[in-house]
T-cell receptor
């Protein structure tokens, strides 16, 4: 069973550009969450998608957006890149969103995309 | 807002000793607490988790304990080995479904 796949693994972009990252969840998993990991702030939640709908959003500016396709693959987009956006972007795959009766749902991470903004 | 505090931020032990990492969470509605291990340059890997209806869970050399009244949970690693060296993250699932992470503990096991 394939794990969570994120592409690309590394990206270097210039300030002001935009970037799109991709995440393919584990087969059969329908929930994809995105996290930003930095040395100073640790792992911070960006948003979660389930059945092509954004279910939950963290405290990030509107420059950060995402979407999910019918095959559960998800993309996140960052527009007007800033130096502070340099980070490891991780996606996590779950069978279902972790709410209600499914609050115990396990989440499995991809390898991440290392974004460097220069 | 929802918060998870993790201590210590760094921990150095001798091979064979035990290591304990402690976390405190703020959202009383949280009832799922996973632990992740992240080696340098690799993905966070789920190593163990505990649900709120359980006070303790063990898996070989790793154990987690949960005190819901005090909102504390801890990771215990016994007979540590050099390959246990990594950054460990605790997390609590918030009421909106997302995981809220502690800042991490860098564990170094010296041979």
């Amino acid at each position: 069973k394939a794990g969570v796949t994120q592409t690309p693994r590394y990206l270097i972009k210039t300030r002001g550009q935009q970037v799109t990252l991709s995440c393919s969840p584990i087969s059969g998993h329908r929930s994809v969450s995105w996290y930003q990991q930095t040395p100073g702030q640790g792992l911070q939640f960006l948003f979660e998608y389930f059945s092509e709908t954004q279910r939950n959003k963290g405290n990030f500016p509107g420059r950060f957006s995402g979407r999910q396709f019918s095959n559960s693959r998800s993309e996140m987009n960052v527009s007007t890149l800033e130096l502070g956006d340099s980070a490891l972007y991780l996606c996590a795959s779950s069978l279902r969103p972790g709410t209600g009766a499914f609050m115990n749902t396990e989440a499995f991470f991809g390898q991440g995309t290392r974004l460097t903004v220069v | 807002g929802e918060n998870v505090e993790q201590h210590p931020s760094t921990l150095s032990v001798q091979e064979g000793d035990s290591a304990v990492i402690k976390c405190t969470y703020s959202d009383s509605a949280s009832n799922y607490f996973p632990w992740y291990k992240q080696e340098l340059g690799k993905r966070p890997q789920l190593i163990i988790d505990i649900r709120s209806n359980v006070g303790e869970k063990k898996d070989q050399r790793i154990a987690v304990t949960l005190n819901k009244t005090a909102k504390h949970f801890s990771l215990h690693i016994t007979e540590t080995q050099p390959e246990d060296s990594a950054v460990y993250f605790c997390a609590a699932r918030g009421s909106q479904g997302n995981l809220i992470f502690g800042k991490g503990t860098k564990l170094s096991v010296k041979p």
